[in-house]
């Protein structure tokens, strides 16, 4: 007589690759939708502290080198160290001095969020997200303007 081979046990090694091959690539997007919403929230904290730092400079030079500085700091207290970063300000209606008048300012962060666990097995770098973020600041929010004679 032959006897029949069971399946008792099957479902449990089943299910164990299943688990195994969904759970992975699950955790993987997880991972990655954290890493860029931190990044997202450092981009946009970098745009803001960009903008106060242009505000309260002096004048445009030192604005931009404190811009850049304040950018690359808030970058690194959000944990996005080594990301790729691009300042650029404008400023309207006086574009050649942001300084002066009642100018506003606009400052866009761009950088980018390499994707976790993911080697570069094309050869064309690690896949990546690019992210930025548009702050506003009127040249006068952050100054201290000096009272004249007359005023209390």
Not at 104 to 128: E, H, K, Q
């Amino acid at each position: 007589m032959r006897r029949r081979r069971g399946e008792d046990g099957s479902a449990l090694v089943e299910l164990s690759w299943l688990g195994i091959l969904l759970l992975v690539p699950m955790l993987w997007i997880v991972v990655s939708v954290f890493e860029v919403q931190r990044g997202a929230f450092a981009v946009s904290g970098a745009a803001r502290a960009a903008g106060r730092a242009y505000a309260q400079a002096p004048d445009d030079a030192a604005g931009r080198s404190r811009a850049e500085a304040a950018a690359r700091q808030a970058l690194a207290d959000q944990g996005v160290r080594d990301a790729p970063l691009d300042v650029r300000i404008t400023c309207t209606p006086y574009p050649r001095d942001c300084h002066s008048g009642t100018s506003v300012i606009t400052v866009v962060v761009a950088s980018r969020v390499d994707l976790p666990l993911m080697p570069d097995i094309l050869g064309g770098g690690a896949p990546s997200f690019a992210l930025d973020s548009t702050h506003t600041v009127p040249i006068g929010q952050f100054r201290e303007v000096e009272a004249g004679d007359g005023a209390p």
